[in-house]
């Protein structure tokens, strides 16, 4: 009897035993895997390409707004009296340009040429000739004497006669013979922006038979 109780009793503490360890396991914390939070990948801005200006084409030189006319002086004799060359608008005989040249030649006078009171030189080209810069348009080519012992302002032009039978141009055919036949009107000299006009000689007088527009008056 007495051995059934001890048997008894060590079954019922071997049963606690194992209710507290069961216990004691059930309170412990579960394991949990460790987990690496995202952290945020830095990523490399790049810069939005933005539009820059264009380059710009080279700038070319712009041609330039006026043209030139030029020739030489004629007067039948040894000399060429100091006159003011003019370039004469066709469209509008109120607009114009001039140039100023001296006294050319080997004549003696008995007395020296009068000097103009306003500045004559020749141009580039040299002694005899002139030249007017003037902006691009078609122009009748006159000048006018300004030496006193000359008739006033007698009148010099480039024309057909000039042009056909006295003309410095070397591609001009040479003149017929005998008396020119063509006529002493003016021709209208066209020039371009950036162009020289050669050859438009001044050689044709008044006296000689031409017929001119009067001395153009200041603007």
């Known amino acids: 009897m007495k051995a059934t109780g ?14 507290a360890l069961s216990w004691s396991f059930s309170q412990r914390p579960s394991p949990v895997a460790a987990t690496q939070s995202p952290s945020a990948t830095p ?4 810069p939005t390409p933005t539009a820059s200006a264009a380059a710009s084409a ?24 100091p006159l003011t060359a003019y370039a004469i608008s066709v469209n509008d005989p109120n607009v114009w340009y001039s140039t100023n040249t001296p006294f050319f030649g080997s004549f003696t006078r008995p007395t020296p ?21 003037v902006p691009a348009g078609t122009y009748y080519v006159v000048g006018y004497n300004n030496d006193t012992g000359l008739p006033k302002d007698l009148p010099v032009g480039y024309t057909e006669w000039a042009m056909k039978c006295s003309s410095s141009d070397p591609a001009q055919p040479p003149p017929p013979a005998g008396p020119c036949p063509y006529p002493r009107t003016l021709v209208p000299v066209t020039v371009a922006a950036g162009q020289t006009v050669r050859f438009i000689d001044l050689v044709d007088w008044a006296f000689q038979g031409g017929a001119f527009p009067p001395r153009p008056t200041p603007r």
């Open 58 to 81: 080279p700038t070319q030189p712009s041609a330039p707004a006026t043209g030139v006319i030029t020739g030489r002086i004629g007067y039948p004799s040894e000399f060429a009296p």
């Open 113 to 133: 040429s009068p000097t103009p009171s306003f500045a004559a030189t020749w141009p580039p080209e040299g002694q005899g000739m002139y030249q007017l810069s």
């Open 43 to 46: 990523t490399a801005s790049t």
């Open 6 to 19: 001890y048997l008894l009793t060590a079954g019922a503490v071997a049963a606690l035993v194992v209710v």
